[in-house]
Each structure stands twice: as structure tokens, then as C-alpha cells.
């Protein structure tokens, strides 16, 4: 699934962020975290406020990519820079919302706009509803590269979503290990942490990497949505949360984006013009990545998320386009 286009796409980082979920309150509000929304809230806060590197290893249909991740905040700014370990090296910088992704073997850079809090996850601000879809349990307690840890168990209710099992550091209360699990409990994606240090001695300048004068540069811009597109059926829980129409994808190409969430599980609905390369989505199932695509009028739909293919086809079918 991380392809050269993918590497820049919601989606690609979507990958990484089914890291965690949860509100945010903070550890010190709380105590020392006796519950699992305590370790999850306490485990958010040290993501967004701790200086560290982290070594992950992604582990997905037998196939095993490495990233390393250095997370700073300065002055209240959140700084992040994800470098592929593995074939072919790419990079991506985050400085607040301004993404900017490198291509070297293509001598290419896309910039774009986020939504996302962190190149890691697409984490919910607020745990509110999600009860009724989700349960939250601690599991056992033990050891992850050598460090104290908490297992914490997210079960899901119904047949529409995927379980997360995450095992947190009891120390700094970040992140050692994540695995998506399917309604029987098997793995479809892991996330591991190889190596983790405190603190980050390499300071991020995302202008250092912009000095590229002879690379293209492709700025994906959104501007106003077009609301044509209706949601008629949605899986319980799932709500739209924005609508985009994205520019400087290709040449000339406009795609709207409706982005729907549960407030854990994140779906995305891409709608262009039909270019004649729809496909049988039947068959792109990847780890824990669900893909539909259909044709309507002279648009292509195509739905992708985190979530069992029951989700994306109900989501996908339930689209009308106003007359």
C-alpha cells in the first residue's frame, strides 16, 4: 500500500496513525492512569508534547517497512520528520498544518495542507459517543523493549469496525507496539517501536529541505467543496466530518474529498471524473485497508478506510449525486 503516490496521500499517513485514539486529558489531571481511557489519555499527551525519536517497524501482509520518526515542539509548534528506512527513501516534514513530502528518486516534493495532528495518527480530540461502538480494557501488564508496559485493549461492538490492541510505555507513557485486529482477533497491521530516545538532538528545519530549486513541485490545494454528493447510508457511529475539492493532484485533475469518521476508525470517499481506469475493488483488501470503487454517471467513487469491507461497500453504494 505505501507506493510513491500513496507515500502523500491521507491515506499513507493514515496508516500510521491507528497508533491510538482517545480524549485529551492529561496524565497529570489524572494521576497515575488506573484505567484504559487514563492510559490512552496519558499516552496522547506525551505524543503531542514530548521531544523524541522513535524507530518504527510496519509490519502488514508479510511485508515489513521501517520509518524513523523525530517529533519536536517549539514555541507551542509541533515539528515532525518521517524518513523511510526502506526502498525507495522518501521523507516527509510537518511544520503545524504544512505537510511537504520528498521524493528523491523522482526529484519531486508535494506540499499540502493537514488536518491530521501528527503524521503518526488522525486521533479524535474528544472521546464522546464512542461507547456504544468501542470497549475499552486493560490487559496484561509486562515488558516491551525492556520497558515496563500496559496493554490496552479496544474491542469493537459490531461488525462495521476494526479492534486496536496498544501497548503503552509506563514510563514517558508513549506508544511500544499497536496491532489492528479483525472481528476474530487476528493481526491485520503491527506497529512496533525498534528504538526509542527522549529527546531529539537533530532540530528540524523543514526550509533546509526546501533548497531543491531543480526538483517539481506539486502544491495540493483545497478549495470549495461541492456538495452535490450525498451520504445516504452510513454505518452507525460514522458521521461526515469535512468536505474538500483537492487540486495539483495531476495534471488537471480535480478530486472532491468527503472524509467520514467514528471518531477512531477514519474513511475516506474520493469523486473525480471518469478517466476510464475504475477497478474490481473486490479484490484490494490490504492489511487492515479496505478499498471500493464504483461507477456513478460520469464519476469514479472511491471509498478507502481502515475498516472491514462491509464499511467502505455500504458507504460507497449509499452515494447519490443530486440532480
Known amino acids: 500500500m505505501i507506493t510513491t503516490e500513496k507515500m502523500c496521500d491521507r491515506k499513507w499517513v493514515g496508516i500510521v496513525w491507528l497508533w491510538l485514539f482517545c480524549a485529551v486529558v492529561t496524565a497529570a489531571e489524572n494521576g497515575s492512569p488506573k484505567t484504559a481511557r487514563q492510559w490512552l489519555d496519558a499516552m496522547v499527551e506525551a505524543m503531542q508534547n514530548l521531544d523524541y525519536q522513535a524507530t518504527v517497524v510496519y509490519s502488514r501482509d508479510n511485508k515489513i517497512q521501517m520509518f524513523r520518526l523525530t517529533h519536536q515542539v517549539r514555541d507551542g509548534v509541533i515539528y515532525e520528520n518521517l524518513q523511510s528506512l526502506s526502498n525507495p527513501l522518501r521523507k516527509v516534514i510537518r511544520e503545524a498544518d504544512k ?3 520528498y521524493f528523491p528518486d523522482r526529484r519531486l516534493r508535494i506540499e499540502y495542507q493537514s488536518r491530521s495532528r ?3 495518527t488522525s486521533m479524535p480530540s474528544k472521546w464522546e459517543g464512542q461507547e456504544q461502538y468501542y470497549r475499552l480494557e486493560l490487559g496484561q501488564k509486562g515488558y516491551m523493549m525492556g520497558r515496563p508496559s500496559q496493554e490496552i485493549l479496544i474491542r469493537p461492538l459490531d461488525e462495521y469496525r476494526y479492534g486496536r490492541r496498544i501497548w503503552v510505555d509506563g514510563g514517558s507513557y508513549l506508544p511500544l507496539k499497536f496491532e489492528l485486529l479483525d472481528q476474530q482477533g487476528n493481526i491485520l497491521e503491527s506497529l512496533a517501536v525498534a528504538d526509542l530516545k527522549l529527546g531529539s538532538e537533530e532540530r528540524i528545519d523543514p526550509a533546509a529541505y526546501l533548497r531543491h530549486e531543480d526538483w517539481k513541485t506539486i502544491e495540493r490545494k483545497e478549495g470549495e467543496p461541492v456538495n452535490r454528493w450525498q451520504l445516504t447510508r452510513l454505518p452507525p457511529g460514522f458521521r461526515e466530518l469535512y468536505r474538500s475539492q483537492r487540486t ?19 474513511v475516506s470517499v474520493y469523486i473525480k471524473e471518469n478517466d476510464g481506469k475504475a477497478f474490481d475493488s473486490d479484490n484490494l483488501k490490504r492489511g487492515g485497508v479496505s478499498v471500493f470503487s464504483r461507477s456513478i454517471q460520469d464519476h469514479v467513487i472511491t471509498v478507502v478506510g481502515d475498516v472491514p469491507m462491509i464499511t467502505v461497500r455500504l458507504i460507497g453504494e449509499g452515494i447519490r449525486a443530486e440532480e
Do not use: R
Open 248 to 266: 495539483g493532484a495531476g495534471e488537471g485533475e480535480t478530486v472532491d474529498h468527503i472524509v467520514i469518521s467514528d471518531g477512531l476508525a477514519t
Open 118 to 120: 501528527s503524521l503518526l
Open 99 to 101: 505537510v511537504t513530502c
